[in-house]
Structure formats: C-alpha cells, structure tokens
C-alpha cells in the first residue's frame, strides 16, 4: 500500500517506515518548501526521489523515478520529463535535506546493544574523508583542483567530509562538509554541537591540536586521540599501569606510550603508539584497556567505505552547482542512516549480537528491492519491528571479528589507480596482536 493520488511515487520501499510521510512533512512545514499549489511531483514526492537516488547511485533520476513507479502500475502516475526532475529538486532546495538529516541522525543504539559502550561510555570517532564532484566551472571556482608531479592541476575537485561516527553501528550521528583547503580540524570543531558527557571520542592525529583537544573537553566528553612522532609531552605524575600525567594547554592528559607488534605470515612489524587521552583514572581506565580500545576508531574507516564504495561505488557525485552538492551529501547521509537504523533494529532483536557482524551489502540489496516494488512502505495492522530487510541480515550474519593469519591482499579486477585512496581496516589485518605499554623516560 502506498499513498493515494500524485503522492504514490513519493516512498522509499520499507525504509518508509524509517523516513514517514509525517517526518517528511513535518521537515517541508518546518523549512518552508511545502508547495502551495499540487504539482505533478509534489515536495514530498522529491523528497523520496532524492534518497532513493542515494540507493540507486549508478542510476540518473529518469531511471530512479521509474523504479519508485514500477509497481504502481494499476496506478495514474503522470508522465515526467528529465527537466522536470530538475526544476523539482531546485525547487525544493537544501535545507529539508539538511533538517530531514538532523531529525534522522544520531547513534541508532539502544543502552543494551551490544559493542557499542566502553565502560559505559558510548564509543564515537571523528575523521575525515573526500568526495570527488564534478570537473564544472563553477566546482574549479570554488573548490580548485589538485595537482600532481605532472601537471598543476589534475583529478576532479574535492569536498572535505567529516564526520562524527557512532562505532559500535557505525551511523553517522553528526558531519560538516566544504571545500577540502580548509582542512578536517575545521570542519570537525563544527561537530562539538554533538559531543555530550558519556562519550569517548576517538581521534587520530590529524585532530590531536591543543585547541581541538580543549575544544572536545570544553564539551565534557572524554577522548582518546593519537599523537604525532614530534610531540614530547612533559611527564608531570607517573602512575603504576605506565601511563603518566601531562598537560596540553590548559587539559590535563594522560599519556600513553606502548609498542604493538602485528604478527602474520608475512613476518612482524612493531609500531610504536603514543595516545593521549581525558580519562585520569588509571584504576578504572587502565592502559591497555585504552590502547585496545583505539582500535575502535577504525570503524569511522568502515563507514566511510559502505558510503563511498558500497552505495557510491566510488562515483563522482552528480550536482554541478554547489547547493545541488550539499543537497546530495544530506540526502546520502540520509539514506545511509536510515540503513543504519534498520540494521540496528534487527540486530537489537537478538540478544548480545553486535551490529558489526550485519552486512551493509544485504541490508542495502533488500531496501533496493523492496523500493522497487513498493513493499512494507504503510504499517499493517499488525507492526513487524524487523521487517524484510531485518530478516535478510539477520539470515546472513557475518561471524564475530576473528583475527587473520595473513595481511589482507586488495584484488584489482580493474585499473590499479582507482584503489590508489582505498585504506585497509587494519583491525582485520591481525593474527597475533602484542601490545607492551612502556615506562614514561624520567624528565630531566
């Protein structure tokens, strides 16, 4: 069942249930892009047409509108044009994407799903990624290019994504998003909004600044970030798990210093981690539980790759005007938590069971399905909490993270130089992790 009249192409399958009609309406009311007479494609309508275009990424938006009408055949559905298409998606603008993404996001867990807490802290990292757009005028503008040992300019113009990440469901609570010369650390200051007393951020180095730094702690959430070779924090206290007490600014941290050697078939290799993190307490937050725990912050990698590859297939973005872009960056995220949210709520039906272990691919190929033939898109009298795409993961659940015996090897069916960006989740890189937290050097 599906709405009545010119409203019928507007569902997005059984993720629907996920993104209502109330939701959506509610968002068109709030930002003033409800339409005032009925059109052909009414705002409601391009609202679905965008996130199912989110899910059908290899598809132009003529393609995307036949699949939301496929099965609506018994139905009147008027005939659209391309150009129509494109003077709706004007029309109605960025900010309902963005309202709709800020009503949808956040860590899609309840207090007891399973990997998503660390001593009842909820585990979140924050990093960045880049977005290829198109090679247009006004993208040079704006964006520039970059440029390599051949020639000034080479490649297509790039947005900075960053994002705030849950990592026990890997959903994107929060992000910010421009031109990739302003730097991550800029854009992640504008996720402060998000941070809240009860979480430990992860952050690599690239954020581990005294100002960031103050700024996450200003924001009463803890953090665990990695520090850069350079940095020689002063030991101001020492503590019997190995860690020592510092200063960046006007935080007080604690530093950690440990080896960890990666043991495979292909021989060993021992790295040395420098962590520095809010959490005074080494009686209740000791050493090793911490540099274990920074794995985690592998799971933002994770995520970005089911956007980037899995529903983008790493395709340059559509828009070739800068308000189409951030309209399709909200409604990506969009369909991407709503992905989440599903695979959540199936695996919150089973007691225990991690949402790492669901596959986003599954959960992805059902909504697909079920959007193309218009199914679970209105509730029947009885609710089923799991629905199709629940199910579907749920009969293909991966098994709990094991650790390799061999590095992972990345196959290249293709040209070599489109995996040249890809980054390997290194937490399935191991076979024998060693971790040796080391004693602080005395100061001088």
Sequence with gaps: MVAEGVFAPGHLGELTRIVPFEMVDAVLTETGAGQRRLRKIPARVVVYLLLAAALFE?????????????????????????AG?????????????????????????????GGVRWKGL??????????????????????????????????????????????GTRAVMDAAFG?????????????????????????????????FLTAVAGTHAAFLARLSAIR?????????????????????VRIIECEITITTTTGRHTGLYRLATSLLDHHRYPAFDLARLYHERWEVESAYFEIKKTMLGRRVLRSRNWAGI???????????HALRIAIADATGTVPGTDPDRASFSIALQTARDQLVQAAGVIEDTVIDLTGKIGRAVLDHLMPARRLRVSPRAVKRPLSRYAYKSLKVDRRTYQATLNIDILQPPISP
């Design 58 to 82: 290899e598809c132009g938006y003529l393609a995307v509108w036949r699949k939301l009408t496929a099965a609506l055949d018994s139905l009147p559905i008027p005939k659209i044009t391309g």
């Design 85 to 113: 298409l494109w003077d709706a998606r004007n029309r109605l603008g960025v900010r309902p994407m963005r309202a709709l993404f800020d009503l949808l996001r956040g860590p899609a867990s309840a207090i007891r799903t």
């Design 122 to 167: 909820l585990t979140v990292a924050i990093d960045g990624t880049y977005l290829d757009v198109p090679d247009s005028p006004g993208h040079r503008a704006r964006l520039g290019k970059g440029s390599n040992q051949y020639t000034a300019t080479s490649g297509y113009p790039q947005i900075c994504l960053t994002a705030l990440v849950a990592c």
């Design 179 to 211: 031109p990739r010369t302003r730097g991550e650390t800029l854009y992640g200051e504008r996720l402060m909004r998000s941070l809240r007393h009860g979480m430990i951020v992860l952050l690599d180095r690239g954020f581990a600044t005294n100002p």
């Design 232 to 252: 020689k924090p002063p030991v101001l206290a020492r503590y019997d798990d190995g860690s020592f007490l510092s200063r960046f600014g006007t935080v007080e």
């Design 326 to 336: 951030a309209q399709e960056v909200y409604t990506l995220l969009s369909a991407y």
